[in-house]
């Protein structure tokens, strides 16, 4: 029976953290400029960086 790859495992859930934490940060940072420019976001092109090419 094959051994459980835990260092694998922490990986992972490091990544998921991470990513977590960055949404979290720019959905503050968004609430922010929404608050600073009276409830509008500016018209900024989407950063296409962000989404994962294998969707498409």
Avoid at 34 to 49: A, H, I, Q, S
């Amino acid at each position: 029976m094959a051994k459980p790859n835990y260092a694998f495992a922490k990986h992972q859930r490091d990544l998921a953290k991470k990513k977590k934490k960055e949404e979290k940060k720019r959905l503050k940072a968004e609430a922010k400029l929404r608050e600073k420019n009276g409830g509008e976001l500016p018209e900024t092109p989407e950063d296409e960086t962000s989404e994962d090419p294998s969707e498409s």
